[in-house]
C-alpha cells in the first residue's frame, strides 16, 4: 500500500506537532499511520512528515478537521483528487459552508472546508473526495428542494424520539 504525506515541516515545533497528529490519528482509529524522519535538501535540518497509507487519507482527514489541527505543514489536500461540492462568497459563506459539510457527513460523504478565513465573510469551498462528487451534488440538491421546513421537522421528530427513549 503505498502512503500519502498530509504534514511536513521542519520548524522547530515539527517532531512535536508531528507527535501530536499521530497520536490523534491512532487514538480516533487510523492504525496505518507513521512518522518519517527527512533532512531538509540542503540545510541539514529535519523535517518531519507524517504519513497515512492512501485508503485511510480521507478518514484521517476528516478526524483532523474534526479535532481543529491547524499547524503549518497539514497538508489537507496532499495527494488528493478532490472537487468542490459548494462555493459561496456571500457574507455568511463560511457558516452555509459548515451546514453543507454536516450535510454531507451526515450521508457518508468525507467533506472539507476551503478557503475559509479568519472572519466569517471570506468565500469558501467546501471540497469533497472525485469519487463522492455526484453523490454530494444529489445531497446538496435535495436539501435544497426541501428547505428548512423539511429540516425543522426531522430536528422535532429526533426531539420526540428522545423524549420517548426517556420516558
Known amino acids: 500500500m503505498e ?3 498530509i504534514y511536513q515541516s ?3 515545533k515539527a517532531e512535536e506537532e508531528a507527535e501530536i497528529i499521530l497520536s490523534a490519528l491512532r487514538e480516533g482509529g487510523i492504525g496505518s499511520v507513521r ?9 541539514g535540518v529535519p523535517s518531519f512528515v507524517v504519513e497515512v497509507e492512501e485508503d485511510a487519507v480521507y478518514d ?9 489541527m491547524a499547524f503549518e505543514g497539514l497538508d489537507a489536500a496532499a495527494g488528493l483528487d478532490f472537487q468542490v461540492a459548494f462555493f459561496s462568497d456571500k457574507h455568511d459563506a463560511e457558516h452555509e459552508g ?10 457518508g460523504i468525507a467533506a ?4 475559509s478565513g479568519v472572519l466569517p465573510n471570506f468565500p469558501c469551498k467546501v471540497l469533497v473526495p472525485r469519487e463522492d462528487a455526484a453523490r454530494a451534488a444529489v445531497v446538496i ?9 423539511d429540516a425543522e421537522e426531522g430536528a422535532q421528530a429526533d426531539e420526540a424520539r428522545g423524549e420517548e427513549s426517556i420516558g
Open 141 to 149: 440538491e435535495s436539501a435544497k428542494a426541501t428547505g428548512p421546513a
Open 10 to 12: 521542519a520548524h522547530p
Open 60 to 68: 484521517a482527514q476528516a478526524l483532523l478537521q474534526t479535532h481543529e
Open 112 to 115: 472539507f472546508l476551503a478557503d
Open 98 to 107: 459548515m451546514a453543507v459539510k454536516s450535510l454531507l457527513e451526515a450521508n
Open 35 to 43: 512518522v518519517r524522519v527527512d533532512d531538509e535538501p540542503g540545510s
Open 3 to 5: 502512503f500519502v504525506a
